[in-house]
Every structure is written in structure tokens, then in C-alpha cells.
């Protein structure tokens, strides 16, 4: 087994492009994070994904195989809910653009969401399939007038059983052109997403190692949060000059 992985005391996994295409498992990495997980690693999903609740894909992940359970799924929803809750405060005027992952943690952290003319303290945007025209209308007129502009994350593109789709990031890119302003991001390459997730294993960032499919998101996320990076070309094709610790085509090479 690679050296850092069998060292590890926790693995933080990405998900999409990573374990998983749509609702489908990559082949071969149900069986790769049940060994991990016999071999008493914590297992920790990681995921920019805010669509779905922590509950919803630990419900998915079960289905496919892989061992889950809502408090080992951290989303950037939630991430973006616990700074909201310092940036903000409690029982504030928040403006969303998302979808059930992203609302109903807002909701459940007590956050009022506004709709229409009543002036908002945030506005936060994530991946919302069904957005319209003037909802991006309404994210601008708040960001106007002063409101916090945090998105939820900032993929460009998404891996789907097909393909590709436009992710958050793209959504958000459409209001920071409008605004000329940039947002604050919740989910990765945030290093305060990962200490979340090393927190929550209960491990230092010396002990873990991050497994996912994009340099910009996650290894970069990794690298600001000092847990060694694995590199798996199966999801999200990148170039740039974001360094892995390593680079696999596949999981189960890392088992060798
Ligand atoms: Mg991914």
C-alpha cells in the first residue's frame, strides 16, 4: 500500500469524479474505502457538492456500497453555514441561491431566508439546477447594497453520468461578473473546510491524506491545510502548476 495512505490515521475523500459519477460508484472504489476502513481508518467525505444535505449522501453512499454516515459527510453547505454563523450571527437575513443541501442547513442554523425586497445581511450562492434570471437579479441587488457575497464553492464543471455540467462556480461567476465583486468560499480549496474535517476525524493534518480528482479544489485545499495529497485522474481534467504529493489513474493503485 502507498506509504502515506497505510501511515494515515484518516482519509478525506472527495467525492464526485473521485468515488463516485452521478449516482454511480467509480468502479473499484467501493472496495478501496472498505479496505481502508477495516484497517480502522476514519473515513471522511468531503465534498464541494451543496446540493444534496449530509443526510441525502450518506443515504446515496450506502446504497452504492461504501460506509457512511451523516456526521462522516462534511458539504460546503455546511461549511458555509458555520461562517455565516461567524460572520453574520445568528437568526440573520440571508438571500440563497441553492438547493435542499444548501437550505435546509440554513434553516436548521436558524438563518431567516428573504425573498424579494427585504434586505438581506448575505447572500449566499451554490449549485442551483433550477436558477432563474431574476433570482441572479435579486443576488445582485443585495450585494449592492452591502450584503456578504459567500459562495458555496467555486467548480467550474461537474462530472455527471455523461459528462460534464456547469458546477456552482460557474452560477457564481455570473453574479462576480455583474457585481464586480468577489466572494468569500466556503467549501475547498478553503484550508478552514479541511480543519473541519480533521476536527471532526479527530486527527492532525500530519495524520490524514486527501484523495480527490481536482487540483484547483482539492489538492490545492490539502496543500493550505498541510495534509498530504492524492491525485486520482479519473474525474475533472486539470493542468496548472498545483502540485500532488501524488498522482494515481486509479484508486486501487494506491493499494499496491
Ligand atoms: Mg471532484
Request: charge should be negative; proline fraction near 4%; aromatic fraction near 6%.
Given at each position: 500500500?502507498?506509504?502515506?495512505?497505510?501511515?494515515?490515521?484518516?482519509?478525506?475523500?472527495?467525492?464526485?469524479?473521485?468515488?463516485?459519477?452521478?449516482?454511480?460508484?467509480?468502479?473499484?472504489?467501493?472496495?478501496?474505502?472498505?479496505?481502508?476502513?477495516?484497517m480502522?481508518?476514519?473515513?471522511?467525505?468531503?465534498?464541494n457538492?451543496?446540493?444534496?444535505t449530509?443526510?441525502?449522501?450518506?443515504?446515496?453512499?450506502?446504497?452504492?456500497?461504501?460506509?457512511?454516515?451523516?456526521?462522516?459527510?462534511?458539504?460546503?453547505?455546511?461549511?458555509?453555514?458555520?461562517?455565516?454563523?461567524?460572520?453574520?450571527?445568528?437568526?440573520?437575513?440571508?438571500?440563497?441561491?441553492?438547493?435542499e443541501?444548501?437550505?435546509?442547513?440554513?434553516?436548521?442554523?436558524?438563518?431567516?431566508?428573504?425573498?424579494?425586497?427585504?434586505?438581506a445581511?448575505?447572500?449566499?450562492?451554490?449549485?442551483d439546477?433550477?436558477?432563474?434570471?431574476?433570482d441572479?437579479?435579486?443576488?445582485?441587488?443585495?450585494?449592492?447594497?452591502?450584503?456578504?457575497?459567500?459562495?458555496?464553492?467555486?467548480?467550474?464543471?461537474?462530472?455527471?453520468?455523461?459528462?460534464f455540467?456547469?458546477?456552482?462556480?460557474?452560477?457564481?461567476?455570473?453574479?462576480?461578473?455583474?457585481?464586480?465583486?468577489?466572494?468569500?468560499?466556503?467549501?475547498?480549496?478553503?484550508?478552514?473546510?479541511?480543519?473541519?474535517?480533521?476536527?471532526?476525524?479527530?486527527?492532525?493534518?500530519?495524520?490524514?491524506?486527501?484523495?480527490?480528482?481536482?487540483?484547483e479544489?482539492?489538492?490545492?485545499?490539502?496543500?493550505?491545510?498541510?495534509?498530504?495529497?492524492?491525485?486520482?485522474?479519473?474525474?475533472?481534467p486539470?493542468?496548472?502548476?498545483i502540485?500532488?504529493?501524488?498522482?494515481?489513474?486509479?484508486?486501487?493503485?494506491?493499494?499496491?
Open positions: 500500500m502507498y506509504e502515506a495512505l497505510e501511515r494515515s490515521k484518516a482519509v478525506l475523500f472527495d467525492l464526485d469524479g473521485t468515488l463516485i459519477r452521478g449516482e454511480q460508484a467509480i468502479p473499484g472504489a467501493v472496495h478501496f474505502v472498505v479496505q481502508l476502513a477495516k480502522g481508518k476514519r473515513i471522511i467525505y468531503l465534498t457538492n451543496a446540493t444534496r449530509n443526510h441525502a449522501v450518506a443515504e446515496l453512499l450506502n446504497r452504492l456500497g461504501f460506509p457512511a454516515q451523516p456526521e462522516m459527510v462534511l458539504t460546503s453547505s455546511i461549511a458555509a453555514v458555520s461562517l455565516l454563523l461567524r460572520k453574520i450571527g445568528f437568526g440573520k437575513k440571508v438571500y440563497a441561491i441553492g438547493e443541501g444548501l437550505i435546509s442547513p440554513l434553516l436548521a442554523a436558524g438563518f431567516e431566508l428573504v425573498n424579494g425586497e427585504v434586505p445581511d448575505a447572500v449566499v450562492v451554490g449549485l439546477r433550477k436558477a432563474t434570471y431574476a441572479f437579479e435579486m443576488a445582485m441587488k443585495h450585494i449592492h447594497r452591502g450584503a456578504f457575497f459567500l459562495a458555496t464553492n467555486r467548480d467550474r464543471i461537474i462530472p455527471v453520468e455523461n459528462g455540467a456547469p458546477g456552482a462556480g460557474s452560477l457564481v461567476a455570473l453574479i462576480e461578473y455583474a457585481t464586480g465583486l468577489e466572494p468569500t468560499i466556503a467549501g475547498k480549496p478553503s484550508a478552514v473546510f479541511v480543519k473541519e474535517a480533521l476536527t471532526q476525524a479527530e486527527v492532525h493534518c500530519q495524520e490524514a491524506v486527501l484523495i480527490g480528482d481536482n487540483l479544489t482539492d489538492i490545492l485545499a490539502a496543500k493550505n491545510a498541510g495534509v498530504h495529497s492524492v491525485l486520482v485522474e479519473s474525474g475533472v486539470s493542468e496548472g502548476n502540485f500532488p504529493d501524488i498522482k494515481v489513474n486509479h484508486l486501487t493503485e494506491l493499494l499496491h
